[in-house]
């Protein structure tokens, strides 16, 4: 039982992805999917656009926790170990990749433990999230960061600190903003921290990660530095929910009221009592505050889960995609009363 808004539906499109991580929309509306655990890249093309995946191609397999990717003029990016790579012209080329370019080579190793995600920012700059390698711990920069990288030159700078695991970011469609979602440590119980989300407003600014959870869940390993300034959370989501995507909604399909919103995929709880999470929300804002939080789509039936959301973005027809790294499937979000008017003008 999957539980959906009134308006809304939600189909099936693509299946049998392993575990299915970030997606990246090519300019053509090819989707791309990066895995954990399976080591591969996917494109998904629906060419004849009826909401249904047709085409399939293998970009690269056999790599190491290939769960970030971007795409950036005609280009898909690929965060593999230290490097990033390149693979330019992809959507003319999905049969045949080529090999790929190394376009960067000092990220940090151990990829297995410190999650990463990367999306290209409005200056053209390729901004990666780097998760602390631990539970909580004093990570060494760039553990616990976001940085920007430009891709022609590979110079870097350092754009946030203080941060456990970044799990996606965005741009407000309004002013530019960069937001990002970060987990919460584990063990601590049940109700606390909470999971943030988070506002860029000042580069370089620190975000609590290791000495304070949230707004004032204050950590007893670790004692704050006298001169540190910390950013406190802009919005403070239930403990374990487990923001995996975070999204500004840039398409038309959905009524007035969604656009530009932020929406917000729930992976899930994995240690707590009771189960929460495993839904897509949308975050209402107003004047730059998040004044409610809402479900758009539920996953939890009862106590099973009957998928774990990972990531979101807008398709070329105002629909969501969202990716589902529990059964490897990516489901396509639209707006019924939508598709009636198109369905209508099409007769």
Same mark, same amino acid.
């Given at each position: 039982?999957?539980t959906?808004?009134k $308006?809304?539906?939600?189909?099936?499109?693509?299946?049998?992805? $392993?575990?299915?991580?970030?997606?990246?929309?090519?300019?053509n509306?090819?989707?791309?999917?990066?895995?954990?655990?399976a080591?591969?890249?996917?494109?998904?093309?629906?060419?004849? !656009?009826?909401?249904?995946?047709?085409?399939?191609?293998?970009?690269?397999? $056999?790599?190491?926790?290939?769960?970030?990717?971007?795409?950036?003029?005609?280009?898909? @990016?690929v *965060?593999?170990?230290?490097?990033?790579?390149?693979?330019?012209?992809? +959507?003319?080329?999905?049969?045949?990749?080529?090999?790929?370019?190394?376009?960067?080579?000092?990220? #940090?190793?151990?990829?297995?433990?410190?999650?990463?995600?990367?999306?290209?920012?409005?200056?053209?700059?390729l901004?990666?999230?780097?998760?602390? #390698?631990?539970?909580?711990?004093?990570?060494?920069?760039?553990?616990?960061?976001?940085?920007?990288? %430009?891709?022609?030159?590979?110079?870097?700078?350092?754009?946030?600190?203080?941060?456990?695991?970044?799990?996606?970011?965005? /741009?407000?469609?309004?002013?530019?903003?960069? /937001?990002?979602?970060?987990?919460?440590?584990? /063990?601590? $119980?049940?109700?606390?921290?909470?999971? +943030?989300?988070?506002?860029?407003?000042?580069?370089?600014?620190?975000?609590?990660?290791? @000495?304070?959870?949230?707004?004032?869940?204050?950590?007893?390993?670790?004692? !704050?530095?006298?001169?540190?300034?910390?950013?406190?959370?802009?919005? +403070?989501?239930? *403990?374990?929910?487990?923001?995996?995507?975070?999204?500004?909604?840039?398409?038309?399909?959905? #009524?007035?009221?969604? !656009?530009?919103?932020m929406?917000?995929?729930?992976?899930?709880?994995w240690?707590?009592?009771?189960?929460?999470?495993?839904?897509?929300?949308?975050?209402?804002?107003?004047?730059?505050?998040?004044?409610?939080?809402? &479900?758009v789509?539920?996953?939890?039936?009862?106590?099973?889960?009957?998928?774990? #959301?990972?990531?979101?973005? &807008?398709?070329?027809?105002?629909?969501? @995609?969202?990716?589902?790294?529990?059964?490897?499937?990516?489901?396509?979000? @639209?707006?019924?009363?939508?598709?009636?008017?198109?369905?209508?003008?099409? %007769?």
């Open positions: 039982m999957i959906v808004s $308006g809304f539906g939600l189909t099936l499109f693509a299946s049998d992805l $392993g575990d299915a991580k970030q997606l990246a929309l090519g300019s509306g090819t989707l791309f999917v990066g895995s954990y655990k080591g591969e890249i996917t494109a998904l093309v629906d060419s004849d !656009q009826d909401g249904r995946v047709d085409k399939r191609y293998i970009i690269a397999k $056999g790599l190491d926790y290939p769960e970030a990717i971007a795409f950036n003029n005609g280009a898909l @990016y *965060a593999v170990g230290e490097r990033i790579y390149r693979f330019a012209d992809i +959507e003319s080329r999905l049969r045949r990749p080529g090999r790929a370019k190394e376009v960067y080579d000092r990220l #940090p190793g151990n990829a297995k433990k410190s999650r990463r995600t990367m999306s290209f920012g409005p200056d053209g700059r901004y990666v999230a780097i998760g602390s #390698p631990c539970n909580v711990c004093e990570p060494e920069t760039p553990f616990g960061s976001i940085i920007a990288i %430009d891709v022609n030159s590979g110079e870097s700078e350092l754009i946030v600190s203080g941060v456990r695991s970044v799990t996606s970011m965005d /741009w407000s469609a309004k002013d530019s903003s960069l /937001w990002f979602s970060d987990l919460g440590r584990n /063990w601590m $119980g049940d109700n606390i921290p909470p999971d +943030e989300i988070n506002k860029v407003e000042v580069v370089g600014s620190h975000y609590g990660f290791p @000495y304070v959870h949230g707004s004032s869940v204050i950590e007893p390993a670790y004692e !704050q530095p006298k001169n540190l300034k910390i950013v406190p959370p802009k919005f +403070e989501l239930p *403990a374990h929910v487990a923001p995996m995507g975070l999204h500004f909604y840039r398409g038309k399909q959905f #009524p007035q009221r969604y !656009q530009n919103q929406f917000v995929t729930e992976n899930g709880s240690n707590r009592s009771s189960k929460v999470g495993y839904q897509v929300v949308m975050l209402e804002m107003k004047d730059d505050e998040v004044i409610k939080r809402r &479900t789509v539920s996953f939890l039936d009862g106590v099973f889960p009957v998928a774990r #959301p990972h990531s979101i973005v &807008t398709a070329p027809d105002g629909s969501l @995609y969202i990716s589902d790294d529990l059964k490897g499937n990516v489901y396509r979000l @639209y707006y019924k009363e939508q598709q009636k008017i198109k369905s209508q003008d099409n %007769d």
